[in-house]
């Protein structure tokens, strides 16, 4: 978190009007501590988190490995889902 906060303000010197959509948890279990602490210091650091959050799944995995989409490999997994309201979310916010 500290490298993105780092490249973020880089990049504010060039582009001051730069604005976060917010945060996005990957890999993300709310029943770990570790990842209930990194979303608190998410929120503190970054201030704006999405409301989407990306769980941990063998299925990104089998994906690469078959070298196709999660959403070919199987529409109804819980990490595909969540990425595809995840792509509604920017595509809403991004008025696209």
């Given at each position: 978190?500290?490298?993105?906060l780092?490249?973020?303000?880089?990049?504010?010197r060039?582009?001051?009007?730069?604005?976060?959509?917010?945060?996005?948890?990957?890999?993300?279990?709310?029943?770990q501590?570790?990842?209930?602490?990194?979303?608190?210091a998410?929120?503190?650091?970054?201030?704006?988190?999405?409301?989407?959050?990306?769980?941990t799944?063998?299925?990104?995995?089998?994906?690469?490995?078959?070298?196709?989409?999660?959403?070919?490999?199987?529409r109804?997994?819980?990490?595909?889902?969540?990425?595809?309201a995840?792509?509604?979310?920017?595509?809403?916010?991004?008025q696209?």
């Open positions: 978190m500290t490298d993105l780092r490249h973020v303000n880089r990049i504010r060039i582009n001051p009007q730069l604005e976060l959509l917010g945060a996005l948890l990957v890999k993300h279990d709310e029943r501590t570790v990842c209930r602490l990194i979303e608190a998410a929120r503190e650091q970054i201030g704006k988190l999405l409301p989407i959050r990306i769980p799944s063998t299925r990104v995995n089998q994906a690469a490995m078959a070298q196709t989409s999660l959403h070919s490999l199987d109804s997994a819980k990490v595909t889902r969540e990425f595809r995840l792509a509604q979310l920017l595509a809403q916010q991004l696209l």
